[in-house]
């Protein structure tokens, strides 16, 4: 049978993906963080189904969860919040799988970053402001930057900087930022994305730390830095100018191996 890490989304318990909520009603087994994942997410497993809170679990006793349901011949979902595919710890569940020879798949879920996103309703690529993002975090005791990606080296390109799980580190994110970005870059902290105590905190660098602080700000929260989210003045994208080849004509050229820049 299969383990199936499946992206639980950034909280609202209808941000998960069609496909996750499928994967969800057919599985057994469902191992979740039951400090993240909404519980009424829960209720789309099938009647029976074991349910496992891996809130107190390490690494080799969810490994163990995995591998007995997977040798009882049991569908397993892993749900993760927000997408597997940053910050989930899921990297290291699954070279344990390889291991043991376990197959597994992985669904997609809605990133944290993304609800921020829809929260502040910003675009966080801007044409002629910003076209890149980089998500990253801080040090932390535990678990150190890996050389080169600490934050006065990201800072240096002036991208949009998407921060997780450093809310309580707020002071030293801008103080490493702002040579680079200036106190009057636009900046905003939101709390609980797309759950009902969702919180938004808008400001520049010059502020929002107090801002975070006063509010009581310290985990399940992204911080983002940079000026697209302030922007107002920039030039249409190219995707819908009427400057722009369409029709026929456009996809004739794409056919004859034209340029068509998206």
Known sequence: MTVHF???????ADLITLRGARTLARCEVCLYAGSLVPRELLDECPPGTRLVDTAD????????ELVRAHEAGKDVARLHSGDPAVFSAVAEQMRRLD??????EVVPGVPAFAAAAAA???????????????LTRVAQQATPMPEGEDLATLGRSRALLVLHLAARYVD?????L??????????????????????VLRGTLSDIADQVKAAGVVR????MVGRTLGAS????????????????AARAGQHSGGDQAE
């Open 6 to 12: 499946i992206g639980a989304g950034p909280g609202a």
């Open 57 to 64: 679990l390490d690494l080799d006793q969810i490994t163990a």
């Open 99 to 104: 291991a043991a020879g376990v197959p597994y």
């Open 120 to 134: 502040l309703k910003r675009e966080l690529t801007v044409p002629t402001v910003g076209q890149t993002v980089i």
């Open 172 to 176: 030293r994110v801008v103080a490493e």
């Open 178 to 199: 702002l040579p680079h970005y200036g106190a009057d870059c636009p900046a905003a902290v939101v709390a609980m994305a797309s759950r009902p105590d969702e919180l």
């Open 220 to 223: 399940t929260a992204v911080i």
């Open 233 to 248: 003045q920039f030039r249409d994208s190219h995707l819908y100018s009427t400057e722009r080849e369409r029709g026929c």
